[in-house]
């Protein structure tokens, strides 16, 4: 059974920086492409940030340079690095895992796998 259990948001004034991790089991998280996604108040769901199963990532435009995803095989983790949060960063952020080594594209809806979400609170 797979279990995707997301931890690290918080408050944090704008400039600020977070750490978001998803610990996986039952998933190697080595073989397959992993997300960020975030949902805002009365907003859709929208990809953050992706890294395939060659470790090649994407970004949103909104986020790139600021945000850098990344993976922990030995601890099986996904992690998202949050710099420079902005206000508009406000939302809550899921991860997901595919059963496909390259996702870029891939509409949230064909994730099958996702953690419970963690908030993310930026103040001005």
């Known amino acids: 059974q797979v279990q995707l259990v997301a931890s690290g948001g918080g408050s944090v004034q704008s400039g600020g920086s977070l750490r978001l991790s998803c610990a996986a089991s039952?998933?190697?998280?080595?073989?397959?492409?992993m997300a960020w996604f975030r949902q805002a108040p009365g907003k859709e769901r929208e990809g953050v940030a992706r890294?395939?199963?060659?470790?090649?990532?994407t970004y949103a435009d909104s986020v790139r340079g600021r945000f850098t995803i990344s993976r922990d095989i030995v601890k099986n983790t996904l992690d998202l690095k949050m710099d420079s949060l902005k206000p508009e960063d406000t939302a809550i952020y899921y991860c997901?895992?595919?059963?496909?080594?390259?996702?870029?594209?891939?509409?949230?809806?064909?994730?099958?796998?996702w953690g419970q979400g963690t908030k993310v609170t930026v103040s001005s």
């Open positions: 039952g998933y190697a998280i080595s073989n397959y492409c």
């Open positions: 890294v395939n199963g060659d470790s090649g990532t």
């Open positions: 997901a895992a595919s059963r496909s080594d390259f996702c870029s594209g891939l509409p949230p809806e064909l994730f099958p796998y």
